[in-house]
T-cell receptor, first 110, second 114 residues
Framework: AQRVTQPEKLLSVFKGAPVELKCNYS??????LFWYVQYSRQRLQLLLR??SRESIKGFTADLNKGETSFHLKKPFAQEEDSAMYYC????????????FGTGTQLKVEL | DVKVTQSSRYLVKRTGEKVFLECVQD?????MFWYRQDPGLGLRLIYF???????EKGDIPEGYSVSREKKERFSLILESASTNQTSMYLC?????????????FGSGTRLTVV
């Protein structure tokens, strides 16, 4: 079975402070990990995926297979980063399904 | 740009009613999905479909059924709505091969069962 754990329901940081949203996963094969973001009153959208090793809107995430983690990081939080963030795992052995974590609400305060 | 359209943004239904949630995509995607989104529980997969007239149960199919008569349309059916089905419902589609990067979500239908 594939499982994604996001331990924090809410993360509150001040503008300019570093951000780290935690994500751990459980999967027996080689996973594909993603971060999705949902801004207020907008649809869920892909933020980044581990395969592309990209930085989007200043966010990065590194897949750590030893720790089975895929934490989302940004060095300096901006007010517009306030949103709900979901970590997701795509497992080919699990029926090609995308499994989501419970989400972390990021609130950036001025 | 792929468009996934959910016909209703808000719905209010009574307990016991039969409810249809409609989803249409315009990019000829083979795969379509229904999730429900609840605070503290994240997104949970209800049903999905790999092709026309095909359906597979997701993680929480109880109380739901689906219909896929045409490739572009995937309907979620609540045979007898109950208050614990009050939720935000998200539809998604994906091309194959597309893997996970090919998922596109609709804007959601917020269903309230009273």
């Amino acid at each position: 079975a594939q499982r994604v754990t996001q331990p924090e329901k809410l993360l509150s940081v001040f503008k300019g402070a570093p951000v780290e949203l935690k994500c751990n996963y459980s999967y027996s094969g080689s996973p594909e990990l993603f971060w999705y973001v949902q801004y207020s009153r907008q649809r869920l959208q892909l933020l980044l995926r581990h395969i592309s090793r990209e930085s989007i809107k200043g966010f990065t995430a590194d897949l750590n297979k030893g720790e089975t983690s895929f934490h989302l990081k940004k060095p300096f939080a901006q007010e517009e980063d306030s949103a709900m963030y979901y970590c997701a795992l795509y497992g080919r052995g699990g029926g090609n399904k995308l499994t989501f974590g419970t989400g972390t609400q990021l609130k950036v305060e001025l | 740009d792929v468009k996934v359209t959910q016909s209703s943004r808000y719905l209010v239904k009574r307990t016991g009613e039969k409810v249809f949630l409609e989803c249409v995509q315009d990019m000829d995607h083979e795969n379509m999905f229904w999730y429900r989104q609840d605070p503290g529980l994240g997104l949970r997969l209800i049903y999905f479909s790999y092709d026309v007239k095909m359906k597979e149960k997701g993680d929480i199919p109880e109380g739901y059924s689906v219909s896929r008569e045409k490739k572009e349309r995937f309907s979620l059916i609540l045979e007898s709505a109950s208050t614990n089905q009050t939720s935000m419902y998200l539809c998604a589609s994906r091309s194959t091969p597309g893997g996970a990067k090919g998922y596109t979500f609709g804007s959601g239908t917020r269903l309230t069962v009273v």
